[in-house]
């Protein structure tokens, strides 16, 4: 019993009215437009992305980080970008003493149920000198309480799409295409097929120099993530 699908109906969301026409016209590797129509979630991301200072004194290479995922699904879809930077401009204005966890705290205060779960990254799984893979974890989530598959609720992705940010991509993170990983020929968790990440609200490690052996940096990022195919995608509502 799938209990577990978006709040509201998502099958009128269609993600080709947020990448602009060019997307894919300034480097990096192209995103491919999705194969099914509408998503199955709508999210805005809010957290933390974490950059050690490299041999060469930048601060250049991501350690991953942690995101607090929220449904963004009962927001009619216009107002996803819009939302998403006034959520930016709030968590960027925060004091430092101020959590990514008091900021899920305080969401799911206000209006709870729609706090979806968790994004991080673990070593890649097929591969450990590979680097990291990014997850998206909804197990754990109110909403997926009764569902008799929460246990395969996350999503662990390969990355093969990455373009720059359209609007300021020295300060806010790269767009990206990440459909999930295969491990042994089986896909490594069923939230999601494909995962694009957009509507990027800073993120970017700082393009000033550093010493080695620094402690992590963790720079605040807020964005969207859509998440297509899975085996949620029946509970997509019209
Ligand atoms: C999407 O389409 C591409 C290209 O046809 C294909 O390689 C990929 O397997 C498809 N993904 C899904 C989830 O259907
Ligand atoms: C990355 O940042 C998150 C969020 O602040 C933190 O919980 C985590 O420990 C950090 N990871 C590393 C490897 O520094
Ligand atoms: C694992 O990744 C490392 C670093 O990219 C690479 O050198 C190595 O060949 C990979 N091993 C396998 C078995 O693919
Ligand atoms: C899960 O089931 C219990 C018992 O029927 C119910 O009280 C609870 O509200 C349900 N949780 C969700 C998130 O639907
Ligand atoms: C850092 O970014 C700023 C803003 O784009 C740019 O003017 C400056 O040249 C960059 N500095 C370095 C060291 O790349």
Redesign the pocket.
Known sequence: NLTGGSICPTGGFNIMAELPANINDNGGEPLPMPNTSAPVYTTLSVGMQNYTCGCDGQWAYAQGGLTYLFDISCLPQMHHKPFTSFIAAIWDSAPPTVTNQDFEALVEGINPGVGLGLHYWIP?P??????ISAVWDFSKAERFQNDTNKANAFLVAAETGNVPDPINPVINSPWLYEPVLDVNGQPDGQLATQVYRFNSNGGQAPNTSCTPGAPTLQVKSTLDFYFYGGAWEDTIQQ
Do not use: K, R, Y
């Open positions: 890649n097929i591969n450990a000198s590979a680097g």
